[in-house]
């Protein structure tokens, strides 16, 4: 059985920071691309950040880009998502999602990812 969690979440700041991690079991990790996504209150779910299976290739959101970085560690089956200088716009669920292929884009189609998490939070104070 699949299991996507995500975790690091909170209330923050304006200005602040968060590291949001996601770890995968019950797949194969290290060959597949992954992707984090978010969901603000009335608003569609967006791709923000997404990375090949190797970490070699990342693409960004014009919206965060700059401000976010994602990684993954493959011998721990998890990804990251270093987020800086947050700001209101930033408030949402962020979710974190597996690819079917090596590589990914954001902007691809959402029906690249079959395997999600149930979403960890962020909240951002101004």
């Known amino acids: 059985q699949v299991q996507v969690v995500e975790s690091g979440g909170g209330l923050v700041q304006a200005g602040g920071s968060l590291r949001l991690s996601c770890t995968v079991s019950g797949l194969t990790f290290d060959n597949r691309g992954m992707a984090w996504f978010r969901q603000a209150p009335g608003k569609e779910r967006e791709g923000i950040a997404c990375i090949s299976w190797s970490g070699q290739s990342t693409d960004y959101a014009d919206s965060v880009k700059g401000r976010v970085t994602i990684s993954r560690d493959n011998a721990k089956n998890t990804l990251y998502l270093q987020m800086n200088s947050l700001n209101a716009d930033d408030t949402a669920m962020y979710y974190c999602?597996?690819?079917?292929?090596?590589?990914?884009?954001?902007?691809?189609?959402?029906?690249?990812?079959?395997?999600w998490g149930q979403g960890t939070q962020v909240t951002v104070s101004s």
């Open positions: 999602a597996v690819s079917r292929f090596t590589s990914c884009s954001r902007t691809e189609s959402q029906l690249h990812f079959p395997w």
